[in-house]
């Protein structure tokens, strides 16, 4: 590493930097905080105990137990989380990002605890479901189904689970609408409209976002943004999410999920058969007391995969901000654009090296408005 390769530090204001470090140590902690509750879950065989509770409770009826055991390991998560939830809604409050008020925030933790508690129950009840009815291939088939189940979450996110949390219309402004237009003639794109996303009766920051598949495709403008950059600034930020769009970047991303799930479900089933088989951790591979088990591969696989699939995802930014300068007829709204948005979030325009390799799923701000500079000056 050299001295040209690192942008100078002075361009991150001292609380933008502590702001950002401790938003990483509060992931990072959380991430631990996790993996530690599932160690002392298999460690102790506690797990076997909430098993027990669970199939009592469930009147031995499997599915019921499966349910029982899976909505106390999401009370207990929630519980242990719930400090450094906490902390996180008052640092936001602290660097005056958020607007949010307590209660609107505490319903918010319901709302997103209760949706996980669907999707959760959903994909446990399959698994475990496949396990019994084919312990041979129950991870090729269960692997399959996830992928399905993918691709549908995928394509009701904007429309179920996004309303849940944030009011949503149809972007209003006439000149806005007549440049995006434009813009998609020329990529013949596939977006079925642009709505605005109420983020400001939330936060004070700003984001923009393509999202959904198929007839759901849209793309999303906060009105924070809306309301605080120019014509040329928001087509830039159009520009770049219809890149996205045009180079299929949501299919794409599936793809590549779907090429991780399966190392994961293969590890899982690994994993698992040497508990079972060999450790004689549990009787069955159907003994729900080894669903940490089966959580603790997909983490520590997540995490040491976290750097390949943020290095895509910046790969896939550069690619839609290349697709953006192409687009529109000078580079100057999008560096202003990107240096507003900084501002306005409280970014690190120039992390350092290693934390935007490990943490960053977009090039730091820093790199993009050289790129963009570079294309200018072509
Ligand atoms: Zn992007």
């Given at each position: 590493m050299s001295a040209v390769d690192n942008p100078p530090v002075t361009?991150?204001?001292?609380?933008?930097?502590?702001?950002?470090?401790?938003?990483?140590?509060?992931?990072?902690?959380?991430?631990?905080?996790?993996?530690?509750?599932?160690?002392?879950?298999?460690?102790?065989?506690?797990?076997?105990s909430l098993r027990d509770l669970a199939l009592r409770g469930a009147g031995e009826y499997y599915p019921l137990a499966v349910f029982f055991y899976?909505?106390?390991?999401?009370?207990?998560?929630?519980?242990?989380?719930?400090?450094?939830?906490?902390?996180?809604?008052?640092?936001?409050?602290?660097?005056?990002?958020?607007?949010?008020?307590?209660?609107s925030w505490l319903w918010d933790e319901l709302k997103g605890w209760l949706v996980g508690l669907i999707v959760a129950t959903l994909l446990v009840e399959v698994l475990y479901y496949t396990i019994r009815q084919s312990?041979?291939?129950?991870?090729?088939?269960?692997?399959?189904?996830f992928i399905?189940?993918?691709?549908?979450?995928?394509?009701?996110?904007?429309?179920?689970?996004?309303?849940?949390?944030?009011?949503f219309e149809p972007l209003e402004n006439e000149r806005l609408k007549e440049r995006l237009l434009h813009l998609s003639q020329r990529a013949g794109t596939r977006v079925r409209g642009?709505?605005?996303?109420?983020?400001?009766?939330?936060?004070?920051?700003?984001?923009?976002?393509?999202?959904?598949?198929?007839?759901?495709?849209?793309?999303?403008?906060?009105?924070?943004?809306l309301q605080n950059y120019s014509d040329d600034?928001?087509?830039?930020?159009?520009?770049?999410?219809?890149?996205?769009?045009?180079?299929?970047?949501?299919l794409k991303s599936i793809g590549v999920q779907a090429v991780v799930t399966f190392v994961g479900f293969w590890a899982a089933s690994t994993v698992l058969h040497y508990a079972v088989d060999q450790r004689h951790m549990f009787e069955t591979l159907?003994?729900?007391?080894?669903?940490?088990?089966?959580?603790?591969?997909?983490?520590?696989?997540?995490?040491?995969?976290?750097?390949?699939l943020n290095a895509y995802s910046r790969f896939n930014e550069r690619q839609a901000d290349r697709y953006c300068f192409q687009s529109i007829t000078s580079v100057g709204p999008f560096i202003s654009s990107m240096n507003k948005l900084a501002d306005q979030n409280l970014a690190e325009r120039a992390p350092?090296?290693?934390?935007?390799?490990?943490?960053?799923?977009?090039?730091?701000?820093?790199?993009?408005?050289?790129?963009?500079?570079?294309?200018?000056?072509?």
């Open positions: 361009l991150d204001t001292p609380e933008a930097r502590r702001y950002n470090r401790i938003r990483r140590v509060l992931s990072v902690a959380d991430f631990v905080l996790g993996l530690a509750l599932l160690l002392v879950l298999l460690v102790t065989g506690w797990t076997g899976l909505l106390m390991l999401m009370l207990i998560s929630k519980a242990i989380g719930a400090g450094l939830d906490y902390y996180g809604f008052q640092l936001e409050h602290r660097y005056h990002l958020s607007n949010q008020k307590l209660r312990p041979q291939h129950w991870w090729l088939i269960a692997w399959v189904v399905v189940l993918f691709i549908f979450f995928a394509q009701i996110a904007p429309i179920v689970f996004l309303p849940l949390f944030y009011k642009v709505y605005e996303w109420k983020l400001s009766e939330k936060s004070k920051k700003a984001n923009a976002a393509l999202t959904g598949l198929g007839a759901t495709r849209r793309i999303i403008l906060a009105d924070t943004l600034e928001i087509e830039a930020v159009l520009a770049h999410e219809l890149g996205h769009d045009v180079l299929r970047h949501i159907s003994d729900f007391a080894n669903l940490p088990l089966l959580v603790l591969v997909s983490t520590v696989l997540s995490f040491l995969l976290m750097p390949v350092s090296k290693w934390v935007e390799w490990f943490f960053h799923s977009h090039p730091a701000i820093s790199r993009r408005v050289e790129a963009a500079e570079a294309w200018g000056r072509k």
